[in-house]
C-alpha cells in the first residue's frame, strides 16, 4: 500500500440517535499518507458529518425547546 490508507470505515458514535458512518472522513484518508494534514482534513470532514439536523434544534436546547 505504500503508507496510504488502502481501506477505512470510521463510524461516529454518541453523536446521534444511532450511530452514523463519517463518508466524507472515510473519503478523505482513503489513498491518503497518514499525516497531520491527513488526518486534519479527515477530522473536519468527521465533525461536519456529526452536526445534528436541523429539525434536532438548536445545540444545548431539547428538541427545538430551551432546557429548563
Known amino acids: 500500500d505504500g503508507g496510504k490508507v488502502s481501506h477505512i470505515r ?3 458514535t454518541n453523536v446521534a440517535p444511532t450511530a ?3 463518508k466524507a472522513a472515510e473519503a478523505a484518508l ?3 499518507p497518514i499525516n497531520d494534514a491527513t488526518l486534519a482534513a479527515a477530522a473536519a ?3 461536519e458529518a456529526r452536526a445534528p439536523p ?3 434544534g438548536e445545540p444545548g436546547s431539547c428538541c427545538g425547546r430551551a432546557e429548563p
Do not use: N
Open 10 to 12: 470510521i463510524g461516529l
Open 54 to 56: 436541523p429539525s434536532w
Open 45 to 47: 470532514a468527521a465533525s
Open 20 to 22: 452514523i458512518r463519517a
Open 30 to 32: 482513503l489513498g491518503q
